[in-house]
């Protein structure tokens, strides 16, 4: 059918197309206009079209297992959408929802075809189309998979941190106990006994009583902000739960949707069969 040529002019899509080049494409690119809440498109329809947007805004979305809603992106102005449908032929991926009054070219295997034959680099603009797409849904993979709440605490802690950590370990392992009394025993051997060792620390051991004070200090303080750490990752451990449990229940209530889709299928079904059962036991005489 066509469309206006001045509705090719300012997309960077078709910038570079010669004027004569761009009313070839004009004659056989399509426009649409697509109202605010109304649907383009739904995931799995079969598609052979890709869309730019000439003006407004196009939400494309996708629904998990949980029934829960994903947005991919927000196609803008001079974004084009559609192209892995075209390419392949195979069914939508996703959603299309116009977020406001929005205008759309149409272009399809055909067309894409005479544009890549007058401006052969405009594959590169679909090409980084796509890879933004793909860059974006992995993006959305990594984010929205169950978290492991020790590679996320991983992830933000600083140096002293994971000391700090470390210390708070050690000092409640055996190894630390055994080496502070051997400690003890050999600093209360050296200051008592006659070794032919001046006794640098006698009784009351008031050196020994500093510095195991100083020990205790320092010990708390690692301790606490190793408590701080992991009252944090108790704080995460309960988002991520919270986050699981609602991931199953939405799974739950998507589990008997399907249960109650298929109950009324079958149903209609038996109620149907019923009726050609009695048609067939009382024929029209």
């Not at 056989?28 to 003006?55: K, T, Y």
């Not at 640098?200 to 190793?226: K, N, Q, R």
Request: hydrophobic share 45%.
């Amino acid at each position: 059918m066509g469309c206006d040529v001045t509705l090719l002019t300012g997309i960077e899509f078709f910038e570079l197309l010669q004027e004569q080049d761009r009313l070839e494409l004009a004659n056989v690119v399509d426009a649409i206009q697509l109202n605010a809440g109304e649907v383009l498109f739904q995931a799995g329809e079969p598609g052979e079209s890709l869309f730019v947007v000439r003006s407004g805004s196009i939400e494309l979305f996708i629904k998990d297992t949980a029934g829960q809603k994903i947005v991919l992106t927000v196609a803008e102005e001079g974004s084009l959408f559609g192209e892995l449908s075209l390419l392949d032929s195979g069914p939508r991926t996703a959603t299309a929802v116009a977020l406001n009054d929005t205008e759309l070219l149409v272009l399809d295997r055909d067309d894409l075809l005479l544009l890549f034959q007058k401006r052969p680099d405009s594959a590169l603009s679909m090409l980084a189309a796509m890879s933004t797409m793909t860059r974006k849904a992995d993006e959305l993979l990594r984010t929205r998979v169950s978290r492991n709440v020790n590679e996320e605490m991983e992830e933000h802690s600083t140096a002293l941190q994971k000391i700090a950590d470390w210390i708070a370990w050690f000092s409640g392992s055996m190894p630390f106990l055994m080496v502070n009394a051997g400690w003890f025993i050999v600093w209360i051997l050296l200051n008592t006994t006659r070794l032919g060792i001046p006794q640098f620390d006698p009784f009351p051991f008031g050196l020994l009583t500093m510095i195991v004070s100083l020990e205790a200090i320092f010990l708390s303080c690692f301790v606490l902000v190793s408590q701080n750490r992991q009252a944090e990752k108790d704080r995460v451990r309960a988002d991520i739960e919270y986050e699981v449990n609602i991931k199953a229940e939405l799974e739950v209530a998507h589990l008997h949707e399907k249960t109650d889709r298929i109950y009324e299928s079958m149903m209609a079904r038996l109620a149907k069969m019923e009726k050609l059962l009695t048609a067939n036991a009382n024929p029209a005489r």
